[in-house]
């Protein structure tokens, strides 16, 4: 169970390293931006979905959202920004 844990970690990080390269292309679009910032405004933020004081659930759930939230805005990326954004990606 712990290699698939450090597998998952090793994907979610290539997607966030990936999203942040493509958020900091000059030809982003905006909405790829905003996108960005609510994901990061949901981590920090003190209000969640499930309250994180819950046990178990309340982590769970920035567990699989952020990494689903992540994944579809990369989807969004316009196809040569993405292509650059992969080519700088560290493997």
């Given at each position: 169970?712990f290699?698939?844990?450090s597998?998952?970690?090793?994907?979610?990080?290539?997607?966030?390293?990936?999203?942040?390269?493509?958020?900091?292309?000059?030809?982003?679009p905006?909405?790829l931006?905003?996108?960005a910032?609510l994901?990061?405004?949901y981590?920090?933020?003190?209000?969640d979905i499930?309250?994180?004081?819950?046990?178990?659930?309340?982590v769970?759930?920035?567990?699989v959202?952020?990494?689903?939230a992540?994944?579809?805005?990369?989807?969004?990326?316009?196809p040569?920004?993405?292509q650059?954004?992969?080519?700088?990606r560290?493997r």
């Amino acid at each position: 169970m712990f290699k698939r844990l450090s597998l998952l970690w090793a994907l979610f990080r290539g997607d966030a390293r990936q999203l942040w390269f493509a958020v900091r292309h000059p030809r982003a679009p905006r909405a790829l931006k905003v996108g960005a910032g609510l994901i990061v405004l949901y981590l920090v933020s003190p209000i969640d979905i499930i309250p994180d004081w819950l046990p178990f659930i309340g982590v769970v759930d920035d567990l699989v959202l952020v990494p689903l939230a992540v994944r579809w805005l990369l989807r969004q990326v316009p196809p040569d920004i993405a292509q650059e954004a992969a080519e700088r990606r560290p493997r």
